[in-house]
């Protein structure tokens, strides 16, 4: 499967910005997804998980009340709403898909497939 991100941009402190990440292939509803972001000089982070069908989200401590992870897969896509952003949320954002959603679903080497990345800058 192949990944294209996309709504990445400059948004101001407590603002809201919609990531959306388009995904080819008639499977993609077998796939779990997930977003993680990486800022430079750090190790790329978990952000959010759905399952298959839209059920089994998670979220990393961080962010948890402040960003929706969603899916469709009629249109093969699944968004990230991030809203109540804080600079601390300043990264290029990624998606990722894998077959086997497990408890690692916080681990990046548990997804085969990454999009390009999409930056999200929060100003203060």
């Known amino acids: 499967v192949q990944l294209q991100a996309s709504g990445g941009g400059l948004v101001q402190r407590w603002g809201s910005l919609r990531l959306s990440c388009a995904a080819s292939g008639r499977t993609f509803s077998s796939y779990a997804m997930g977003w993680f972001r990486r800022v430079p000089g750090k190790e790329r982070e978990f952000v959010a998980t759905?399952?298959?069908?839209?059920?089994?989200?998670n979220y990393a401590d961080s962010v948890k009340g402040r960003f929706t992870i969603s899916r469709d897969n009629a249109k093969n896509t699944v968004d990230l709403q991030m809203n109540s952003v804080e600079p601390e949320d300043t990264a290029v954002y990624y998606c990722?898909?894998?077959?086997?959603?497990?408890?690692?679903?916080?681990?990046?080497?548990?997804?085969?497939?990454w999009g390009q990345g999409t930056q999200v800058t929060v100003s203060s």
């Open positions: 759905i399952g298959w069908n839209g059920g089994h989200t």
């Open positions: 990722a898909a894998t077959p086997y959603y497990s408890g690692a679903y916080y681990v990046p080497s548990s997804y085969a497939f």
